[in-house]
């Protein structure tokens, strides 16, 4: 029982990011959302911060084994990998909306530095994973493996912050086609 409710209270937590105002999401909340009480909350979590980074980590874990799959896949081209990556993002975000409001940063407060860090780190391997795909391939690109896999990551934080901005009205994966246009024709040569 102990697992399944520390994944109830995760679902509750997620379902409350993508349906309120993150700031505003207390423990109280949480509890009343999840069915426990707040003592049988912290009974699972230590902190409300230790909550916020298992979901993190889940969806991390969940991105990142996929974006090892694709990359490990030598059937698959360079460009074709990235774009693989990029569009699993994007539809991953969009069928996770609370984990897009831990992404933007928007749910975490200062006493939320871990997860914050956590964020950080996770851009960065993202990031990391596209130059590492393209950096043996520098025939195939307009700037360098490092500007390109920058400029795609910061494409995808746009994304996100859009797709909260507009309370998750507009999906990303209504533009994946044009945003992955623009990229292709800016970062890779025909």
């Known amino acids: 029982m102990g697992k399944e409710r520390k994944q109830i209270i ?13 700031t505003k999401i207390t423990t109280a909340i949480l509890a009343k959302e999840s069915g426990v009480t707040e003592a049988a909350l912290y009974r699972h979590f230590p902190s409300k911060r230790s909550i916020f ?22 059937s698959i081209e360079p460009i074709e990998k990235i774009r693989l990556i990029f569009f699993f993002f994007m539809i991953f975000i969009e069928k996770n909306k609370g984990f897009s409001r831990i992404l933007s940063r928007e749910a975490l407060g200062p006493n939320e530095k871990n997860v914050i860090d956590a964020v950080n780190q996770f851009y960065e391997r993202l990031e990391l994973a596209m130059k590492q795909i393209l950096a043996p391939h520098k025939d195939l ?37 044009n945003y992955w246009t623009l990229l292709s024709h800016s970062l890779f040569k025909k």
Request: aromatic letters at 8%; glycine letters at 6%; a negative charge.
């Open 141 to 177: 690109l307009q700037l360098t493996s490092g500007i390109s896999a920058h400029l795609i990551t910061s494409v995808a934080e746009g994304v996100i912050s859009r797709f909260i901005r507009n309370g998750f009205k507009e999906t990303p994966s209504g533009y994946l086609e």
């Open 53 to 74: 980074l298992e979901l993190f980590t889940f969806c991390d874990e969940s991105i990142f084994q996929k974006v090892g799959e694709i990359k490990k896949d030598d």
């Open 10 to 22: 995760l679902q509750s937590l997620a379902k409350l990011l993508e349906e309120r105002d993150a």
